[in-house]
């Protein structure tokens, strides 16, 4: 199984909304990570948690809240969004320096 | 701060033909490169990784290359099919992060 899985695929929440995005994998990486991607943009790194806890935070607004509960998930809690937090945001896991893998991504809509 | 780049930013060929995409970085200090494939609106597939002492990688009809000391890799696709059409990221790997290149779009007519 090399999959990571993103729900929910699409999501339209508005800026007072709490709502949370999720991520899963099965293949024991240790390392997962949450990225940005806006339109015709490269991903740009959020999060990374290394072996369950928060390593790396790309100076990311509260309003964006990760959560890893255990080594196979990974959540990302969302709160007062604003119009243009909407992107795509892609999960992704790797062990140590090997390969990344990308889950399908969540397009997030914020009205 | 690692910074990537793509050489073209879109490419447009008859299906059939070989091509070669670019990538380069700043800092040579990586730990691999890896090149992803992404169609409009989806996740990233891996294609290929790169470790940073290794030369190439092969894998099917796309072949990849890195010269760390130029801070240079090439994606090659040979024989090119109009399911290649996507656009393709080069990403230089750091300690913990993926450092992404604009990326290529390329579109094979058929």
């Known amino acids: 199984d090399t999959e990571v899985t993103q729900t929910p695929k699409h999501l339209v929440m508005g800026m007072t909304n709490k709502k949370s995005l999720k991520c899963e994998q099965h293949?024991?990486?240790?390392?997962m990570y949450w990225y940005k991607q806006k339109a015709k943009k490269p991903p740009e790194l959020m999060f990374v948690?290394?072996?369950?806890?928060?390593?790396i935070n790309e100076s990311v607004p509260s309003r964006f809240s990760p959560e890893c509960p255990n080594s196979s998930l990974l959540n990302l809690h969302l709160h007062a969004l604003q119009p243009e937090d909407s992107a795509l945001y892609l999960c992704?896991?790797?062990?140590?320096?090997?390969?990344?893998?990308f889950g399908q991504g969540t397009r997030l809509t914020v009205v | 701060k690692q910074e990537v780049t793509q050489i073209p930013a879109a490419l447009s060929v008859p299906e059939g033909e070989n091509l070669v995409l670019n990538c380069s970085f700043t800092?040579?200090?990586?730990?691999?490169l890896q090149w992803f494939r992404q169609d409009p609106g989806k996740g990233l597939t891996s294609l290929l990784l790169?470790?940073?002492?290794?030369r190439e990688q092969t894998s099917g009809r796309l072949n990849a290359s890195l010269d760390k000391s130029s801070g240079r890799s090439t994606l090659y696709i040979a024989a090119s099919q109009p399911g290649d059409s996507a656009t393709y990221l080069c990403?230089?790997?750091?300690?913990?992060?993926?450092?992404f290149g604009t990326g290529t779009r390329l579109t094979v007519i058929p």
């Open positions: 992704a896991s790797s062990q140590d320096l090997a390969r990344a893998f």
């Open positions: 293949m024991g990486h240790r390392a």
């Open positions: 948690y290394s072996y369950e806890k928060l390593s």
């Open positions: 800092d040579s200090a990586i730990y691999n």
């Open positions: 790169i470790q940073s002492s290794q």
């Open positions: 990403a230089a790997g750091g300690a913990n992060n993926l450092f």
